[in-house]
């Protein structure tokens, strides 16, 4: 299911239409720094293809979730975080899901501790 392009900023991103600073790009995800950092590293991988979450999207299309994953594993090691890194979907308002197109987000660059929050 496509999103709209006019209201999602994920779409936008995706689509070029609004500036971000992308560190990795292929025909299915975008990968792009986030601009409220909660760690040294910490980057948005999105599916190019909208869909409001994971749940969503694990239905929809397995192959795209599993691009998703691939993608962020390549972010971390092209940011260097072989020491180690967390890979983080938040879903929904009480799971911390602010915006509603699927993301995950590769965090690192510093011990991570646990539980996060």
């Known amino acids: 299911m496509m999103g709209s392009m ?3 900023p994920f779409c ?12 990795y790009s292929d025909d299915q995800v975008v990968a792009f ?10 980057v948005l991988v999105i599916p190019r293809e909208h ?7 694990a239905r929809a299309d397995s192959e795209q979730l ?16 072989a020491a180690g890194y967390r890979v983080v ?8 899901q602010t915006v509603d197109h699927v993301h995950a987000h590769v965090l690192g ?9």
Request: hydrophobic letters at 45%; proline letters at 6%; aromatic letters at 2%.
């Open 6 to 8: 006019s209201s999602c």
């Open 12 to 23: 936008l991103i995706a689509a070029g239409s609004i500036d971000a600073d992308i560190v």
């Open 33 to 42: 720094r986030d601009i409220n950092p909660q760690a040294p590293v910490h």
């Open 51 to 57: 869909h409001a979450n994971v749940a969503e999207l």
């Open 66 to 81: 599993a691009a998703l994953l691939a993608a962020a594993a390549q972010v971390a090691e092209s940011e260097q975080l």
């Open 89 to 96: 979907i938040n879903t929904g308002g009480d799971g911390g």
């Open 109 to 117: 660059g510093r011990h991570l501790t646990w539980p996060p929050g």
